[in-house]
Structure formats: C-alpha cells, structure tokens
C-alpha cells in the first residue's frame, strides 16, 4: 500500500510565474475558456482569479500596498487540498468521488453527473464545473502520473521549488525545518494545514503562510458540511411534528364544532 | 467574517429554486391528504384527491427539473445506482441530496399508487397514504436540511432552512388546494380547515424565519442587500403577514387578490431569495475586501 502522497507550497519563494498553472492545464488538457480570448481581472496582475473546473491549479496574487513604496506581494499556487476528511467525498450522492490508495481525493468524470453538491460541500471553493465535460472537476494530484511513479506536472515546473510533491509525512518534516529557518530569518512564518489532529484530519496538500489565512483566501477554521445534519434534521422534524399537530388540532375542532351543530359524519373507509 | 465566504457557489439557479417549490408544495399536499385520508370525513374525498395528484404531477415535474438542472442530466440514474457495479444501490444515509433522491423516488411511486392505481378507502390505500405522508414531507423539508449541510453563506449558518422550508411547504400546499378546491367538488368544512391550518403553519413560518434571520448572529447583514427587502416585503410582507391579515378579517365580496395566492408567491419568493442570496455572494470580492 502506497503512503500517502501529497504537496507542501512554500508561499515564500513562489514568484508568480504561473509555470505550475500552465503545466496543470496542459498536462490534464484542460480547455480554454471564452474561445481562447484572454479576460483581463481589470484590478490585479492575476487574470485566472480563481480555482475552477478548468483551472486546477491557480496562482493567487495578493497585492498589500498601502502606498506606492510601501507594501508588499504574497504569492501562493493554490490547489486542492485532498483533505483527509474531505467535504466533497462525503456528500457526493453519486459515489463519483473516491479516496485513493495514495490518500488523494479524486472526482470520476464518467461516473459524475453534475450535480454541483461537492462545489456546495468544499470549504475552499476549489472544485467547480467543467463546461466542456459538464462534470465537476478539479485537481486529481496526477493520479495518472502518480501512477507511473512521476511527480504531478505543476511541482515538475515549479522553478523555484515552491511546490514539493512527496509523501505527506517527509513533506510535514521539511515544512517544520523551513519554518524554524524562516524564523530565525525573523519571518513570521507558520503551517496551514499540516496538523493531522486539526481540521478536517489534516490536509494532504498543506502550506507555509506568512500571513493570516483569510490574506490568503483560507478559512481559518474549515469544517465538514456534516456538522449541521443532526441539528437541521432535529429541528426539521421537530417542525413536522408541530405542523401535523395543527392539523390534527385542526380536524378535532371541526369534529366538535360538528358534534354541536349535530351528529359527526362517518369517517372516509365507513361510507 | 463566517468561513463559509471562502467557498464557491454551486450554481443552483432557476431550476433549482422551481424544484424546491414545487418539491415543497407536492410534498406538503399529499400530507394534508393523508391526514385527511386518516382522518377526514367522507366529505374531505374532493380534496383527498386533488391532494394526491398534486402529489403525484409534483413528483413528476420535480423530477424533471431535477434531471434538466444536472451537468449530464443523462446520468441522472447515477444517484440512484452504483453505476460501475449495477446493480447495487447507490446511498448514502449521511447526504441529504442522495437521501433527497430516494425519497422522491419512492414519495413518487406512492403517490401514483395513492392517485391512479388503489382503491379509495381501503386499508392498503391508508397504509399507503402513511407512508406517502411522511415522505412527502421529507421532501418538502429536506431541501433546507440539504442547503444546511454545504460550507455556503447563509445555507450552511444556520441549521433552521430545513424547518423553514418544510414550513413553506405546508402553507403553500395548503393555499393550493384551497384554491383548487372549489372547482373539484370540495366541501366548505374542508375548505375552511384548509384556510385555518394554512393561517395557523403561516404563523409558525414567520416565527421559523424570525429564528432563522437571528440565527445568522454577525451574517444577518447579508440581508441589507436586494435579498433583504425582497425577503422583507415579497417574502415577509406580501407572503405571510397579508394573507394573515386577511384571514383574520376576511374581505365583503370576492373583489381583490386571493390571500392563497399571495402565499404561494411567498412561498416562491422565500425560495429565490434563499438560493441567489447565497450564490450571489462573490468569493473574489470577499477576500479582496479582506486584502484590501
């Protein structure tokens, strides 16, 4: 049984070179969108904007500037996290979505139907559909290539090494020796994701931050979309019982107020 | 600011929103008939029957737009049966949607039993007007329970919309065969407790949605938008208080808008405002609003 696999990014040394963002589309064949007509973002040198289901990988530029001389950029190549307890595997009705024997989250196109619950589910906003294929759609950390023992096609061209692929125990003990590094460099730098106690068990895909998550488009706190089942289901069925009992109460007074008026007719199965 | 604003939206639109009012309003009918069927007169038949065609064409039109609304809506089958290893059956006790599948499935089949092929009266057709019963309102209800279990805003902040829904979907279910009524045949004693348990599941329905709104805690700012006054004055206003208003005291003449189609319109509303309030919720402009 393989171990589980997964990526550590460094968000300190990605340059925005958007190379892992190219290698994704080209490697996984992705389509263009709009025809190939480029669409500039119009507030940010990042025109991609956003993970989707024809952008799996994503580049995410954060602009800090409180003036012109003054400020500072953070970069991040976004991706899916593959959680360990991952939002999207749960709810999916059609079982198109499966773990791996390499602990990664993979969504099956021919079995997907497009339902879009997993889009719903995922705490980061990573997954969404794919027009061309009409399915949902989002990172499978190369499971093909994975398969023949290559690394996935956006750590191979990252140029700075920002992303690492590896197995996530290795990953998890190069991550802490960059931060303890960083930190003596007087950065303030930590782990998100990396904590196979912490939410949603850990995340596979796990990275190196220097700021608050939400700087990043990161939930501080991700959660399983299953936390609300068992209080919405208790109070749904608590509603349908009070309603049934108005319309219990409902028919008893009409009973009696027949009673009063004169005798009560038989009831429907009696006539 | 919630985590649910770091997500992205489903694009569960028009489709959808149809699905979830008629899904509602069948399930709520077929459950008044079942009470009735149970524990009705012989005078609550006219009503009894149009409860369990409109049961009956919901579930039809509910699965219809169920299917058109998927990205491969002929993979429809998939949420239904394991589609690498036929014939095994594809549930998940724990997923409201693929539970939500079955149920109307099987709400569906009871109610063309319950419609067209049983007997009226009979034992076979009560049981069977229990089982519908209940799963009617299953799935008038667990569309809410269905939104509640996402990381989205708003669905996922609160764990009331399946309550609320379910509570819609009584009083629109209601307000339709009450105006059904009166062309089918159906007695003035039934007619009337129609209207009485529809003024009394409106009452509930606002104070569910009162419960709901708070307990949005921070969030309930999301509703200082187009949402909100839509939610105040279609869905609040025009949907629920009106229609109460008149029930109490009932209108001279027949002239004005019936009070049962404003809650209907209500019920459509609650629906809309619901679903786009959340998807029109940008992932990008929150987190920019963050950097910023």
């Given at each position: 049984m393989p171990e589980p696999m997964g990526f550590f990014t460094d968000t300190t040394i990605c340059i925005g070179c958007k190379a892992c963002e190219v290698a994704c589309k080209n490697w996984n064949q992705l389509p263009a969108e709009n025809g190939g007509v480029t669409e500039m973002s119009g507030d940010s040198y990042d025109n991609t904007?956003?993970?989707?289901?024809t952008h799996w990988r994503h580049v995410k530029f954060i602009e800090q500037f409180k003036g012109?001389?003054?400020?500072?950029?953070?970069?991040?190549?976004?991706?899916?996290?593959?959680?360990?307890q991952a939002g999207c595997l749960e709810v999916c009705p059609t079982g198109a979505i499966i773990r791996t024997e390499f602990d990664t989250v993979v969504i099956q196109s021919d079995v997907c139907n497009g339902c879009r619950a997993c889009i719903a589910a995922c705490p980061f906003g990573v997954i969404d559909m794919n027009p061309v294929a009409g399915t949902a759609q989002k990172c499978t950390l190369c499971y093909d290539r994975m398969g023949v023992?290559?690394?996935?096609a956006c750590a191979k061209a990252c140029p700075t090494d920002s992303i690492q692929f590896g197995t996530v125990v290795e990953l998890r003990g190069r991550a802490q020796k960059r931060v303890q590094q960083l930190k003596t460099q007087g950065v303030d730098a930590w782990l998100y994701g990396d904590d196979p106690n912490g939410p949603l068990g850990g995340l596979n895909s796990f990275y190196l931050l220097v700021d608050k998550p939400e700087?990043?488009?990161?939930?501080?706190?991700?959660?399983?979309?299953?936390?609300?089942?068992?209080?919405?289901?208790?109070?749904?069925?608590?509603?349908a019982a009070v309603l049934g009992l108005l319309a219990l109460v409902g028919l008893r007074k009409r009973r009696m107020d027949t009673i009063e008026g004169g005798s009560p007719p038989a009831a429907p199965g009696q006539n | 600011m919630s985590d649910t604003f770091f997500t992205a939206a489903?694009?569960?639109?028009?489709?959808?929103?149809?699905?979830?009012?008629?899904?509602?309003?069948?399930?709520?009918?077929?459950?008044?008939?079942?009470?009735?069927?149970?524990?009705?007169?012989?005078?609550?038949?006219?009503?009894?029957?149009?409860?369990?065609?409109?049961?009956?064409?919901?579930?039809?039109?509910?699965?219809?737009?169920?299917?058109?609304?998927l990205g491969r809506p002929l993979r429809f089958w998939h949420m239904l049966f394991q589609s690498a290893n036929l014939p095994h059956v594809m549930f998940k006790a724990w997923s409201p949607i693929s539970f939500g599948a079955w149920a109307l499935l099987l709400f569906g089949g009871c109610a063309i039993l319950s419609a067209r092929l049983l007997r009226e009266g009979t034992a076979l057709?009560?049981?069977?007007?229990?089982?519908?019963?209940?799963?009617?309102?299953?799935?008038?209800?667990?569309?809410?329970?269905?939104?509640s279990v996402t990381?989205?805003?708003?669905?996922?902040?609160?764990?009331?919309?399946?309550?609320?829904?379910?509570?819609?979907?009584?009083?629109?279910?209601?307000?339709?065969?009450?105006?059904?009524?009166?062309?089918?045949?159906?007695?003035?004693?039934?007619?009337?407790?129609?209207?009485?348990?529809?003024?009394?599941?409106?009452?509930?329905?606002l104070l569910l949605l009162i419960v709901f709104v708070a307990s949005l805690g921070t969030l309930a700012r999301v509703w200082v938008s187009v949402w909100g006054a839509l939610l105040l004055v279609g869905v609040v206003g025009f949907g629920i208080v009106w229609p109460l208003v008149r029930h109490a005291r009932p209108a001279t003449g027949s002239a004005g808008l019936n009070p049962a189609v404003a809650v209907l319109i209500g019920g459509f509303l609650l629906r809309v405002v619901m679903l786009l309030a959340s998807e029109g919720i940008e992932l990008r402009r929150g987190v920019a609003g963050l950097v910023r």
């Amino acid at each position: 049984m393989p171990e589980p696999m997964g990526f550590f990014t460094d968000t300190t040394i990605c340059i925005g070179c958007k190379a892992c963002e190219v290698a994704c589309k080209n490697w996984n064949q992705l389509p263009a969108e709009n025809g190939g007509v480029t669409e500039m973002s119009g507030d940010s040198y990042d025109n991609t904007r956003r993970l989707d289901g024809t952008h799996w990988r994503h580049v995410k530029f954060i602009e800090q500037f409180k003036g012109p001389y003054d400020g500072r950029w953070l970069m991040m190549s976004d991706v899916c996290k593959h959680c360990v307890q991952a939002g999207c595997l749960e709810v999916c009705p059609t079982g198109a979505i499966i773990r791996t024997e390499f602990d990664t989250v993979v969504i099956q196109s021919d079995v997907c139907n497009g339902c879009r619950a997993c889009i719903a589910a995922c705490p980061f906003g990573v997954i969404d559909m794919n027009p061309v294929a009409g399915t949902a759609q989002k990172c499978t950390l190369c499971y093909d290539r994975m398969g023949v023992g290559l690394e996935p096609a956006c750590a191979k061209a990252c140029p700075t090494d920002s992303i690492q692929f590896g197995t996530v125990v290795e990953l998890r003990g190069r991550a802490q020796k960059r931060v303890q590094q960083l930190k003596t460099q007087g950065v303030d730098a930590w782990l998100y994701g990396d904590d196979p106690n912490g939410p949603l068990g850990g995340l596979n895909s796990f990275y190196l931050l220097v700021d608050k998550p939400e700087v990043y488009g990161l939930p501080a706190h991700p959660q399983l979309p299953s936390r609300n089942l068992k209080r919405s289901g208790t109070f749904s069925t608590a509603s349908a019982a009070v309603l049934g009992l108005l319309a219990l109460v409902g028919l008893r007074k009409r009973r009696m107020d027949t009673i009063e008026g004169g005798s009560p007719p038989a009831a429907p199965g009696q006539n | 600011m919630s985590d649910t604003f770091f997500t992205a939206a489903p694009h569960w639109r028009w489709l959808i929103i149809l699905y979830f009012f008629v899904g509602g309003l069948a399930g709520g009918a077929y459950f008044l008939g079942a009470v009735l069927e149970w524990f009705g007169r012989p005078d609550d038949r006219p009503v009894i029957r149009t409860a369990y065609r409109v049961g009956l064409w919901g579930a039809v039109v509910s699965g219809l737009l169920l299917t058109l609304d998927l990205g491969r809506p002929l993979r429809f089958w998939h949420m239904l049966f394991q589609s690498a290893n036929l014939p095994h059956v594809m549930f998940k006790a724990w997923s409201p949607i693929s539970f939500g599948a079955w149920a109307l499935l099987l709400f569906g089949g009871c109610a063309i039993l319950s419609a067209r092929l049983l007997r009226e009266g009979t034992a076979l057709a009560k049981l069977v007007a229990a089982v519908g019963g209940l799963l009617g309102f299953f799935v008038a209800g667990y569309t809410g329970v269905l939104l509640s279990v996402t990381n989205r805003p708003i669905w996922a902040d609160s764990p009331w919309l399946g309550a609320l829904f379910l509570a819609s979907g009584a009083s629109t279910a209601a307000a339709w065969l009450g105006l059904l009524g009166p062309k089918r045949g159906a007695a003035e004693s039934s007619l009337r407790w129609l209207s009485t348990f529809d003024a009394r599941v409106l009452v509930v329905e606002l104070l569910l949605l009162i419960v709901f709104v708070a307990s949005l805690g921070t969030l309930a700012r999301v509703w200082v938008s187009v949402w909100g006054a839509l939610l105040l004055v279609g869905v609040v206003g025009f949907g629920i208080v009106w229609p109460l208003v008149r029930h109490a005291r009932p209108a001279t003449g027949s002239a004005g808008l019936n009070p049962a189609v404003a809650v209907l319109i209500g019920g459509f509303l609650l629906r809309v405002v619901m679903l786009l309030a959340s998807e029109g919720i940008e992932l990008r402009r929150g987190v920019a609003g963050l950097v910023r």
